[in-house]
């Protein structure tokens, strides 16, 4: 088949262009390398996100209300104070709710003698632990005894523990938060590091009440998770919620909520959203990256052009047809763009690999990039060589071979 | 009496080129017809306009008003799709600088017009081969023409020129870039040709060139001012076509 031919004589073309041929795939190599970098770091960002999600505890049935109005992890204003005890056991005698967990968290340095580290440090009720469904593998968790005596017992995650004991046993052992000696009670069960890099274990678990009159010393909440009875009555459960927290913190019916619930369904929506607009941004990215390629192969296959004038009106006078010019040029530019995304496309799965091997960013190599790469550039090869092959077979006979 | 039929025929031909507001009157009113199996060289003066007699007569570009009957078909008209065929069936080209594809192989060279006929014979291969025994280059089918001297360049122009079989042979210069041994080692090649009954037609300043054709046409300022019949002529013998290297 002629095209066949025509195909032949591009790859012929390109083999002796080297030259030519390195600088236009240089182009597109560049423009595909970034976007699958691009892309897999996006994924890797909502796979962290999601990760996070997942071990914030959350069921269908259980939601949080955090101090500060705004949105999900989003407060307005980090200062406010106004969410207390009372709120907590007010929203516990509403229907509908099993559990209810005050929060309060710091990240502090915990010591042991010369050993220490930095952690996040809760102060949370007993109910915590079926709240979370989160086992304690040795000692025991806080109870209300614990509670109500405001006793100075903590309770690690595998991280801290780890760093500040090693091997040795750390039950019954004393360590120091801030400036306040503590007794390691129990261990929690190890989840492990997430793929994203995320530590759920890098916690330490001490009873609100201690945390209120003694470490953090003071009486506002962080937040207050809430396990309902049901999935189905979550809505009403934050709608009776919302009355009573607005109603506890004296809000006019014109003010903004001074609190902001944390839903399953809020993150994912967030997520999603985020998720759409890294999209934009990586398809913006890209768009610019592979019309840079495209505009490179352009200007290099008209330069090529002019150097190969003879060669073009050569094979005129031997019969080829404008037609078969056209599409030799356009072969070699899509030849050149669909190597330019192969070579890229390795390029940017090394690239993304030592970003996951060496730990700078969360990664996650997808094959969707890899594939939307290699129509990329088969697109990218076709717009940007019609211009300079319709022009190569524009050229008369007579003036080429001049 | 043997009837001989007109391989050529331009009445009337003009070439006017036009750049930035000026117009060139390269050819004027060119009448020149010549038969099959004619062996015809065009001398004259630089810009006399035998170049671009040679682009019309060639195919490769089309005269501002008058006729070109090629075989009898009429070519001045036809679409570039068609004066591609013709290019490619009717006529071979030797030019000049040779103008071999850089970096290709001999073989490759002689077989690029076959790539762009409607359908590659099956013995496409045999004959680029045979083609290049023809012009003693058998031992240099894979050098590329930087691998070659200017003279064995020059016969792979001539295999190339030869691979469909063309009926005219159009040669712009032939021994332009070679010595004068090779010049005419590259002579004998186009009286051979020639003599199988070939229509050739020559384009040249050098006079020893010119003196191998049957006929003389001199050009001067567009026009013919002289077609007469080479005196000097020597009928050459077909079936020694081979070229001998040395």
Not at chain 1, 66 to 89: E, K, P, V
Not at chain 1, 306 to 335: H, K, M, N, P, Y
Not at chain 1, 362 to 374: E, G, N, Q, R, S
Request: glycine share 10%.
């Amino acid at each position: 088949m002629r095209i066949l031919r025509n195909l032949r004589q591009a790859l012929h073309g390109l083999k002796l262009n080297k030259g030519n041929t390195f600088l236009m795939t240089l182009g597109v190599m560049i423009g595909i390398a970034s976007l699958t970098v691009i892309v897999a770091i996006g994924e890797g960002t909502k796979s962290t996100v999601l990760e996070r999600i997942a071990n914030m505890g959350f069921g269908p049935e259980s939601f949080s209300v955090y101090s500060g109005g705004g949105r999900l992890f989003f407060g307005r204003n980090r200062n406010i104070t106004s969410m207390t005890l009372q709120d907590a056991d007010d929203i516990r005698a509403m229907p509908g709710v099993a559990i209810v967990v005050p929060r309060q968290r710091k990240r502090m340095r915990i010591i042991n003698k010369k050993e220490f580290t930095t952690t996040r440090v809760y102060g949370v009720s007993p109910e915590w632990q079926p709240a979370r469904q989160w086992k304690v593998v040795d000692g025991e968790f806080f109870n209300d005894m614990d509670m109500d005596r405001k006793r100075k017992v903590i309770v690690l995650g595998n991280t801290p523990a780890r760093k500040i004991f090693g091997e040795k046993d750390p039950l019954g052992k004393k360590i120091r938060v801030g400036q306040v000696f503590f007794e390691v009670i129990g261990l929690l069960e190890t989840k492990g590091l997430t793929e994203s890099g995320y530590d759920p274990d890098d916690r330490a678990l001490i009873p609100l009440t201690t945390a209120m009159s003694r470490l953090f010393r003071q009486a506002h909440l962080h937040s207050i998770k809430v396990v309902s009875t049901s999935s189905d009555i979550v809505r009403q459960t934050m709608e009776g919620v919302t009355q009573v927290l607005r109603r506890n913190h004296g809000l006019s019916p014109l003010a903004d909520d001074d609190f902001r619930f944390v839903t399953p369904e809020g993150i994912m929506q967030w997520v999603t959203e985020s998720e759409q607009a890294l999209n934009r941004m990586l398809l913006l990215i890209s768009t610019v990256s592979l019309l840079v390629g495209g505009v490179v192969i352009m200007n290099i296959l008209l330069v090529s052009i002019r150097e190969r004038i003879r060669e073009i009106g050569v094979r005129r006078c031997f019969g080829a047809r404008r037609t078969d010019i056209t599409q030799q040029f356009l072969f070699e530019s899509v030849l050149v763009s669909l190597l330019g995304g192969a070579m890229g496309s390795v390029v940017g799965w090394v690239l993304s690999s030592s970003l996951k091997y060496f730990d700078f960013l969360p990664v996650k190599i997808t094959l969707d990039p890899f594939v939307l790469a290699f129509g990329f550039s088969m697109v990218v090869g076709l717009i940007f060589g019609i211009h300079p092959a319709r022009k190569a077979a524009s050229l008369s006979p007579d003036e080429t071979i001049r | 009496m043997i009837k001989v039929s007109k391989m050529i025929e331009i009445d009337s031909i003009n070439k006017v080129y036009k750049n930035e507001g000026f117009e060139t009157n390269v050819l004027k009113g060119i009448s020149v017809s010549v038969d099959e199996g004619d062996y015809v060289s065009i001398i004259g003066p630089s810009g006399s306009g035998k170049s671009t007699l040679m682009t019309i007569l060639g195919c490769l570009g089309q005269a501002t008003s008058g006729t070109y009957l090629l075989g009898g078909e009429e070519v001045g008209k036809l679409k570039d799709y068609d004066l591609s065929r013709i290019r490619n069936e009717k006529i071979g080209f030797v030019f000049q600088a040779f103008h071999l594809l850089p970096g290709v192989s001999a073989f490759d060279n002689v077989m690029m017009p076959l790539i762009y006929c409607n359908k590659i014979p099956d013995d496409a291969q045999e004959r680029v081969k045979q083609a290049l025994i023809r012009v003693g280059l058998e031992h240099r089918m894979a050098h590329t023409p930087g691998q070659l001297s200017g003279g064995e360049q020059q016969r792979v122009t001539i295999a190339r020129s030869l691979i469909n079989d063309p009926k005219i042979i159009l040669a712009d210069e032939p021994t332009g870039n070679l010595d004068s041994k090779n010049g005419a080692e590259i002579m004998r090649v186009f009286d051979q040709l020639n003599a199988e009954g070939r229509t050739i037609i020559i384009i040249t300043h050098d006079s020893f060139v010119s003196e191998h054709a049957r006929r003389i046409l001199t050009l001067r300022d567009g026009q013919i001012v002289s077609d007469k019949i080479n005196e000097n002529f020597k009928e050459p013998q077909a079936g020694l076509a081979r070229v001998e290297v040395k």
